[in-house]
């Protein structure tokens, strides 16, 4: 956990002069060089946006289309986070009871692109092409984080290594919305977090991390009569829906692995537009995705265990007699790490309750999908749709009055992240972080105050809305004194299949 003021050293009559300007939302001096704003700035933005996961695109996008400019890191050498880094080519949907969409904005614009089931190189460029047209944003690809300068509760500053160069910088912004997987600059800022499942009482365990992998020579339609044709309760015999299928849980029942800690439960096949197939399933226990010798480690166990695996799937599964390995993911698939402690924890009771909260910014309704923490584990959640909302408050940490977290990493209790850390829910806080940065800086309050503001959040709503994004009815009527028949927007119905984001599949 990342102290406050841990390494970089400054003057303080410039982090003071910082601090005022981070606080106010007064304008600081152009970039330029490097002695920007105070002497110790590399470059100046209103807003920085640190991680390139769909939430970060999402929140820079739109903090960019109010007018602001923005800089957008990130440490890999493209967009998409655990969409194209993990090799994960299927989103998780928020669907209404009627089949809507729930998460809109700008997740529909790159759905619109994807569909629900994708080619991840064809993700990188969407997600890159989203950004690209925004003028005012900036993005800088490998560049990671390192340490935050604090003056206070305000992040006066962000040291970042730039990974071509391993030259180190300072980035000064008024308001930082850490769109990192992992909350790690609200780590390095202070804020307070649990890991994992450490709410429970029972253990500080996260959920089995998977390494998706690459194959070629599968035969396609084998798979399709396979999954198709098993006997048995719809949604256990497995299904198919465009390019993805699953169904062989009865097969890998018969796996035994040769790496401790690692198993398989079925696999979640994915059809690529070169007509190879990524395949889902292998998980990792014991990793945590906060800890790098840790994460190399599971990375070390998963590829010790893919030729082992290939050759059982050879022999035992239907379409894969003739398989090869092409290549595994660039990066383990972290499906939990840090929760952050916000100004509100969302809980369970809150999601299955279809909880309606005053500074909702979002809708939400995937399933509760915890992944084992240990072999033999099963989720306790029946494989239910509740509609809730995702509140502002819980995007804002405590302790800091500048930052922003937007990621599977936000203010929530493990059961509640088990249904909000899927992509279309971080890509919603996302947009809404961007907005709240750019209102807040207009406004001259810190990003607490905001949130204490019913004026504030009831115009953060309406922005949201005319950006595309979708509130409830109710959260409407309040947030511009309106019926709810007035402000309901267009249903946007789509004909979903019953397989579709089948929450039995492991993602």
């Not at 303080?12 to 981070?22: H, K, P, R």
């Not at 950004?131 to 003056?151: F, Y």
């Not at 253990?203 to 048995?232: I, Q």
């Not at 939400?364 to 509609?387: C, E, F, K, Q, T």
Request: charged share 15%; with cysteine.
């Amino acid at each position: 956990m990342g102290g406050a003021m841990r390494s970089t050293v400054f003057t303080w009559a410039g982090a003071v002069g910082c601090a005022l300007l981070a606080l106010s939302g007064l304008s600081a001096p152009a970039s330029g060089g490097p002695t920007v704003g105070q002497g110790w700035c590399t470059a100046s933005v209103p807003v920085l946006v640190v991680g390139g996961t769909p939430a970060g695109v999402a929140a820079a996008v739109s903090a960019a289309r109010l007018g602001s400019r923005v800089m957008l890191i990130e440490a890999r050498p493209y967009l998409g986070g655990d969409l194209t880094g993990a090799m994960l080519n299927m989103f998780d949907m928020d669907f209404g009871p009627g089949g809507q969409h729930l998460a809109r904005g700008v997740f529909m614009e790159i759905y619109q692109q994807l569909g629900m089931t994708f080619d991840v190189e064809l993700a990188k460029h969407v997600f890159l092409q989203e950004v690209r047209r925004e003028s005012r944003v900036t993005l800088r690809l490998l560049v990671r984080p390192v340490d935050v300068i604090m003056q206070g509760p305000l992040i006066t500053g962000v040291v970042v290594e730039d990974l071509q160069t391993h030259e180190h910088q300072t980035l000064c912004a008024k308001r930082i919305i850490d769109a990192t997987d992992d909350a790690d600059i609200a780590a390095m800022a202070g804020v307070p977090y649990l890991l994992g499942r450490q709410g429970s009482g029972i253990d500080r365990a996260m959920m089995a991390a998977t390494l998706v992998f690459e194959l070629d020579g599968v035969n396609w339609r084998e798979v399709v009569g396979y999954v198709t044709s098993r006997p048995g309760p719809r949604s256990l015999r497995g299904g198919i829906y465009h390019g993805n299928a699953w169904g062989y849980s009865d097969i890998m029942r018969g796996y035994r692995p040769i790496m401790s800690g690692t198993g398989i439960y079925d696999l979640n096949l994915g059809r690529q537009n070169d007509g190879t197939v990524l395949v889902n399933g292998l998980l990792i226990y014991g990793v945590d995705g906060t800890d790098p010798g840790s994460v190399d480690d599971g990375v070390e166990r998963a590829r010790a265990e893919l030729p082992v695996l290939l050759a059982y799937l050879r022999a035992r599964a239907p379409g894969f007699e003739h398989a090869d390995l092409v290549r595994a993911a660039d990066y383990l698939y972290i499906r939990e790490t840090r929760h952050v402690r916000g100004l509100y924890t969302l809980t369970v009771h809150d999601v299955v309750n279809s909880r309606v909260f005053w500074d909702a910014i979002g809708v939400a309704s995937y399933p509760i999908d915890l992944h084992p923490y240990r072999p033999g584990d099963h989720n306790p959640y029946a494989a239910n749709r509740y509609v809730y909302t995702i509140p502002l408050r819980a995007l804002v940490p405590y302790r800091v009055d500048n930052l922003l977290v937007a990621s599977r990493a936000i203010s929530a209790s493990y059961e509640a992240a088990g249904s909000a850390r899927v992509a279309p829910t971080t890509m919603e806080e996302g947009q809404a972080a961007g907005v709240a940065a750019v209102l807040s800086i207009r406004a001259r309050v810190t990003l607490p105050r905001f949130t204490e503001a019913p004026p504030l959040v009831h115009e953060l709503q309406e922005t949201l809305f005319t950006q595309g994004a979708y509130l409830l009815p109710e959260t409407m009527a309040a947030a511009v004194g309106s019926s709810p028949n007035h402000v309901t927007g267009p249903a946007m119905v789509i004909p979903r299949p019953p397989q579709a984001a089948d929450p039995l599949a492991p993602q």
